[in-house]
C-alpha cells in the first residue's frame, strides 16, 4: 500500500511539471503536449574509473531503453539541455510498470538540490524523500526492487561537494543490481567529477530536428516562419531553395564546412552575395540559432513567438525577460503588481545562490558561502522575500513550484532572477557593492560556484553593450567573462575586447602576479574561448585562399648536442650527434592549427 501510494504521488506532484519544460500551445481549453526528438551519445567507460574511449561512441535515441540496458549512467548536458525531462521520462516509465507488476523496481526519484544538510548522509536524504515508504529503503535495497534517479548532481552545496560526491558513488557501488542514473551539468562534471559510470551526453538540437518541433507546436506555416526566423531571416529561406535545387541536402545546407564545388556543385549555382549570406548567416551561426539548440531556449522562443509574432529577444537575457512577461501576462498579473513581484522573485533567486538558508538577505553574498547556492529554500524561508500571495501568484504563472519546499520550476530561471538582482547590486554606489571577487573567491576563482549560467544572462541583459558586466566579471574570473562574451547573445564594444585581450595575454606569463598555473590556465582558456589569441605561432594564417597553421619557428644552428638517459631504463644511453641547422615550432600545435 505504501508503494502504490508513492507511486500515485510520484505521478501526481512530481511527474506532472514535465510538460513545463515543454510549454503547451493551444488554447486555454485545448492544450497538447509536444514532445522534441532529442539524441544522446553513449560513452562507454572502459578498462576502470576514468577511461573514456571517445571512438566508442554510441548515438541513439531513445534514453530510457539505452539506460536499461547499461543499468547505470551519468547524464550530461547542457543548462536546459533536457537532462531532467529525460529522468522524469524514465521515472514515468518505471512508475507505470510498477503500478502493474508488484515484482518490478520502485523509481526513487530523488532531487539533490534538497541535500543541504552537511551531516546528512544519502541513504537519510533518500528515505526522507519518500514518505512513510523511507522506513522500508532496506528492504527494498536488498530485495532488489528500486531504481535510483539522482537529479541535479551539480545542484549540490559546492562546499559539500566533495564530501557528498563520494557518497553518491559508494551509494550506488555498493548495490550492483541497482538501476542507478546521475544528472548533472557538463562542465560541472568533467571539470571536477568522475564517478566512474557510463556517460550518456544529451546532444544540442540540429536544424532538423528544431524545424520539426517548431512545426509540431504551432502548424506547419507559422513553424516554418519561426523556424527561418531564427535562422536568419529571409536571406536564409531564399538561399536554402538554391542550394536544394543544386542538390545539397539539407544537413550539407547547415553542416557543410564550406560551400560544396563539386558532388554537389553548389559554388557553381550560387551568387557571391549568396555565399556571402550563407557564410555569414549560417556557418557564422547566427544567435538565436544557437539558442534554438538548447531544448528548454526552444521552448520558451516557441512561446515567446505565440504571444509576440515576429519580435523576438535576440539572446538569453532578453529571451528570459520576455518569456517572464508573458507568463505574468498569461495569468492576468496587473502591470503595477508585476514589478513587486519580480522584484520578490529576484530577492529569492538571490538568497538561494548565496545560501541564505536563514531566510535574511543581506546586500552581499558572505565570504565563505558565496558559492554555496541552493536550488530549494523552505516556504518560511520564502516567506522573506514573497508574500503568501505573491507565492500563489509565482505559482500559478509556472514561475515557482510550491510545497513543502519552494524552488524555481528551472534552474535557469532562478538564475535569470538571480542575475536581476545582482544588476541592481553592481549598480549600488555603496562602497560594500557587489563585487565579483565576493562570488569567485580570489584564491580560487578559477572553481566553478554556480554562478556562471547568472552572470552569462545578466550580460544578455545589456545587448547594445555588455562592456559593463564583461568588465565586471573579468575582475574576478577571466574565464567567465569570456563565456559571457560568446554565449551571451550581447555585443561588446571593440575597444573592451582589445583591452582585456591585451591585459589576459600578458598574465599568461606573469608568474609574479600570477604565480598559480591553474590561473594562468584559466586565463588560456578565456583567450581560446573567445579567438582574441593573437599572438604569433598559436593560431592560423590564410594564404592563396588555404588556412594554415601560423607556425613560429625557432632556428636551431648547426652543431654537436647530447641525447639519452643514463638512468631511464628504456631510454637510449647518452650520445653526441652532431645536426645541421634545424627549425622547430616555438609552441606545440593549438587544438585550432591541427584542425586547418
Not at 242 to 266: H, L, R, T, Y
Request: negative net charge; contains cysteine; aromatic residues 10%.
Amino acid at each position: 500500500e505504501l508503494e502504490l501510494a508513492y507511486l500515485e504521488w510520484l505521478k501526481r506532484e512530481e511527474l506532472k511539471h514535465t510538460e513545463r519544460y515543454t510549454p503547451m500551445s493551444g488554447d486555454s481549453q485545448r492544450r497538447r503536449r509536444v514532445e522534441m526528438q532529442t539524441v544522446f551519445e553513449l560513452v562507454p567507460v572502459a578498462f576502470g574509473k576514468g577511461f573514456l574511449p571517445t571512438d566508442k561512441t554510441e548515438p541513439f535515441d531513445d534514453a530510457v531503453k539505452v539506460i536499461h540496458r547499461i543499468r547505470r549512467a551519468v547524464l550530461l548536458g547542457e543548462p536546459g539541455g533536457g537532462k531532467t525531462t529525460t529522468i522524469w521520462k524514465l521515472a514515468a516509465d518505471l512508475v507505470n510498470t510498477a503500478t502493474i507488476d508488484p515484482q518490478a523496481p520502485i523509481p526513487l526519484l530523488v532531487r539533490l538540490g534538497g541535500w543541504i544538510e552537511a551531516d546528512q548522509s544519502l541513504p537519510e536524504f533518500i528515505a526522507a524523500q519518500l514518505g512513510d515508504l523511507g522506513d522500508y529503503l532496506d528492504s527494498l535495497l536488498a530485495q532488489k526492487r528500486s531504481a535510483l534517479l539522482l537529479d541535479g548532481l551539480n545542484e549540490l552545496p559546492p562546499e559539500q561537494r566533495d564530501d557528498k560526491y563520494p557518497q553518491v558513488q559508494s551509494f550506488i557501488e555498493q548495490h550492483k543490481d541497482l538501476l542507478a542514473v546521475v544528472s548533472c551539468r557538463k562542465l560541472d562534471y568533467e571539470n571536477r567529477i568522475d564517478l566512474g559510470f557510463n556517460q550518456i551526453n544529451i546532444t544540442p538540437l540540429d536544424p532538423q530536428r528544431i524545424l520539426d518541433f517548431v512545426i509540431r507546436y504551432l502548424d506547419q506555416t507559422s513553424g516554418e516562419n519561426l523556424f527561418w526566423r531564427l535562422a536568419g531571416g529571409s536571406d536564409v529561406r531564399e538561399l536554402w531553395p538554391v542550394w536544394q535545387k543544386a542538390g545539397a541536402s539539407f544537413d550539407q545546407f547547415w553542416n557543410a564546412p564550406d560551400i560544396p564545388k563539386e558532388n554537389p556543385n553548389v559554388y557553381g549555382q550560387t551568387t557571391g552575395d549568396q555565399d556571402r549570406i550563407w557564410l555569414e548567416k549560417v556557418r557564422g551561426k547566427h544567435s538565436l540559432m544557437e539558442l534554438a539548440r538548447n531544448p528548454y531556449m526552444l521552448s520558451m522562443l516557441a512561446y515567446v513567438y505565440t504571444a509576440l509574432g515576429e519580435t523576438l529577444p535576440d539572446n538569453r537575457g532578453e529571451l528570459f525577460h520576455s518569456f517572464v512577461q508573458t507568463l505574468l501576462k498569461r495569468e492576468k498579473i496587473p502591470d503595477a503588481e508585476q514589478q513587486t513581484l519580480t522584484d520578490g522573485l529576484a530577492k529569492l533567486a538571490f538568497a538561494m545562490q548565496t545560501n541564505q538558508a536563514s531566510g535574511q538577505t543581506s546586500d552581499n553574498p558572505p565570504d565563505e558561502t558565496a558559492s554555496a547556492a541552493l536550488t530549494v529554500l523552505s516556504k518560511d524561508q520564502a516567506r522573506a522575500c514573497l508574500t503568501e500571495h505573491q507565492l500563489y501568484l509565482a505559482g500559478s504563472a509556472s514561475i515557482l513550484s510550491l510545497g513543502q519546499q519552494v524552488r524555481f520550476t528551472h534552474q535557469l530561471l532562478q538564475e535569470y532572477f538571480a542575475a536581476r538582482c545582482m544588476d541592481i547590486k553592481i549598480q549600488s554606489d555603496k562602497e560594500d557593492g557587489l563585487k565579483a571577487r565576493d562570488i569567485w573567491l580570489s584564491e580560487r576563482w578559477w572553481n566553478r560556484t554556480n554562478w556562471e549560467e547568472a552572470a552569462i544572462l545578466l550580460a544578455g541583459l545589456y545587448s547594445d553593450d555588455c562592456t559593463k558586466i564583461v568588465e565586471w566579471v573579468a575582475l574576478g574570473n577571466p574565464e567567465v567573462a569570456a563565456q559571457c562574451v560568446v554565449r551571451s547573445g550581447a555585443a561588446l564594444a571593440e575597444a573592451t575586447k582589445e583591452g582585456l585581450r591585451a591585459e589576459w595575454i600578458y598574465r599568461l606569463t606573469d608568474l609574479k602576479d600570477d604565480p598559480n598555473p591553474l590561473s594562468r590556465a584559466a586565463v588560456g582558456r578565456a583567450l581560446g574561448l573567445t579567438g582574441w589569441d593573437n599572438r604569433k605561432g598559436v593560431g592560423i594564417v590564410e594564404q592563396n585562399g588555404v588556412m594554415l597553421p601560423d607556425i613560429d619557428w625557432v632556428r636551431i644552428p648547426e652543431g654537436e648536442f647530447q641525447y639519452g638517459d643514463e638512468k631511464a631504463e628504456y631510454a637510449a644511453k647518452p650520445q653526441k650527434l652532431t645536426l645541421p641547422t634545424f627549425w622547430l615550432s616555438r609552441y606545440p600545435i593549438t587544438y585550432g592549427q591541427f584542425q586547418t
